[in-house]
């Protein structure tokens, strides 16, 4: 590898980019799975990739073992930080002879463009994971096309780990990346506490998923908010709605299919509400629809064990079925709509994207951590609204407020009154057919991977108004 990796006492340590790299060199495919997976689901994954060996880190330990009996196909358990009779550690693996047979430059030089070099599990938003199988030539074509784009090579410099490796953009951009580029890369194992080490890392390229985005923005305005001088308070919040904080985000649109990113908006012409064009060597068409659509060398080789998926995935000229719904601008630009499963068709036949309405509604207020809107088949639309944490302890410090849990602060009018702002400020950007009528404040939070997140942070929409059918009910009762 050009780059090096580097941690900090108390990190992640950084031997999944050594370990992942030498299994690839092997001509094996490793893939990761999400460390908040369930035995069950590890099982899942397990089963479907017939991987034959498994690494983990003690904390992972429990959950491995039960999904590896369950699954039945892994042979070898490394475990990095422990040794086990009945394990490899990975002093072990480093210390083990493979024999005057084993030919290192042979072996990788034998890997070939159309080999498997991962499997991308996604996050099962609409059924169980399907695996996507991505090519040495997919990732290669994806760097090749973002070199183009935006010319990283000459930065080297300095890049942050902090996404789950199973996630197609740290493992794409920053784990594969890294080997083509050669930044340096700084571990981090808890996304809440990534940009203090931004501020240490100094990286020279950075990217997150929204809700990141939106975290930070939420602390920034609590902070602000929090801010005993009123008049520099008031100072700070004029200049921010004046001229933001002055950091340009250069928004793209991908996913685990397509290597990961298919368009970007270069960061010399930010064109705010779409997610650019389309990277060089990169199609993309709409179908009569509006369905997004995209052909070339970053298109997946198909989901494992799955071929009939695939096959209504991709189609016979190779152009492959986002599921987006999209329009392209005067610009050339791609503007993203919503998932097309996903739009909600209200009782007069109202077409409207819930994600541009949750959008405006996460905006709304930096008392609005996560939303969903209901409104599918029915006279108007209602919002389950979940408050955020870190700007729910300032709010309720500056109201003097006791309790600061999501239970406590659901029920206090102070904070049904900031929400209710928020969404009528949300309201004041939608059409009358897309506005909010009501809503429910929940008192819980939703974490990643649970029943209305999926690992990667994206609603998982039909649970999520199963588990709330009662509060969304209420909602409706005596509508006019």
């Known amino acids: 590898m050009e780059g090096a990796v580097t941690t900090r006492p108390g990190l992640r340590e950084p031997e ?10 092997l001509g094996a495919t490793p893939f990761s799975i999400y460390n908040t997976s369930s035995p069950e689901q590890i099982a899942y994954l397990l089963g479907d990739a017939a991987n034959r060996v498994m690494i983990v880190e003690t904390a992972f330990e429990a959950r491995a073992r039960t999904a590896i009996a369950e699954a039945g196909s892994v042979e070898r358990l490394v475990v990095l930080d422990a040794e086990r009779d009945d394990a490899i550690s990975l002093a072990d693996l480093e210390a083990a002879d493979p024999g005057p047979k084993f030919d290192f430059e042979a072996t990788w030089q034998a ?15 609409t059924g169980p994971p399907k695996g996507v199988q991505l090519t040495h030539a997919n ?3 994806e760097c090749r096309a973002l070199d183009a784009a935006t010319e990283w090579r000459s930065d080297g410099g300095a890049i942050v780990s902090f996404l789950p490796n199973a996630h197609i953009a740290d493992r794409g951009l920053n784990h594969y990346g890294q080997m083509v580029w050669g930044p340096t890369i700084t571990t981090c194992p808890d ?17 997150s998923v929204p809700r990141m985005w939106e975290k930070l923005k939420a602390a920034l305005e609590a902070g602000i908010a929090a801010e005993p001088d009123e008049a520099r308070r008031t ?10 904080i002055g950091i340009p985000i250069c928004e793209v649109w991908g996913m685990s299919e397509l290597s990961c990113v298919a368009t970007l908006v270069p960061r010399e012409k930010i064109r705010f509400g779409t997610v650019g064009a389309p990277l060089p060597g990169t199609e993309i068409a709409l179908a009569h629809d509006g369905e997004v659509l995209v052909r070339g060398g970053i298109v997946m080789a198909g989901y494992r064990n799955q071929p009939d998926k695939t096959a209504e995935t991709i189609d016979g000229d190779g152009w492959l079925h986002t599921g987006d719904i999209g329009a392209f601008d005067e610009n050339g630009y791609l503007k993203m709509v919503d998932r097309k499963k996903e739009l909600i068709i209200n009782a007069a036949g109202k077409n409207m994207s819930p994600a541009n309405i949750e959008q405006h509604l996460k905006s709304g207020s930096p008392l609005i951590g996560q939303a969903i809107a209901i409104g599918d088949s029915r006279p108007y639309n209602v919002a389950l609204i979940v408050l955020d944490p870190d ?3 300032a709010f309720a ?13 659901s029920a206090e009018p102070a904070v049904r009154e900031e929400v209710e702002r928020g969404v009528e ?3 004041s950007h939608l059409s009358r057919v897309e506005q909010i009528k009501r809503l429910t404040i929940l008192p819980t939070d939703w974490a990643p991977a649970g029943d209305e997140l999926t690992p990667t942070m994206k609603l998982k929409r039909r649970p999520t108004a199963e588990k709330y059918a009662a509060e969304i009910e209420s909602l409706y009762a005596n509508a006019p």
Do not use: K, W
């Open 191 to 207: 996304p809440a506490q990534v940009f203090a080490h931004v501020a240490d890392a100094r990286p020279t390229r950075f990217g």
């Open 16 to 25: 999944f980019h050594l370990l992942d790299t030498a299994v690839a060199h």
């Open 235 to 244: 100072a700070t919040q004029e200049a921010i709605a004046l001229a933001a």
């Open 111 to 125: 890997v070939r463009p159309d080999d498997v070099l991962t499997l991308i599990y996604t996050s099962g938003t």
């Open 139 to 141: 990732e290669l074509a």
């Open 391 to 393: 700007a729910s302890a």
């Open 397 to 409: 410090q500056r109201h003097g407020l006791p309790d600061p849990s999501p239970q406590a602060m």
């Open 425 to 427: 400020q949300a309201n």
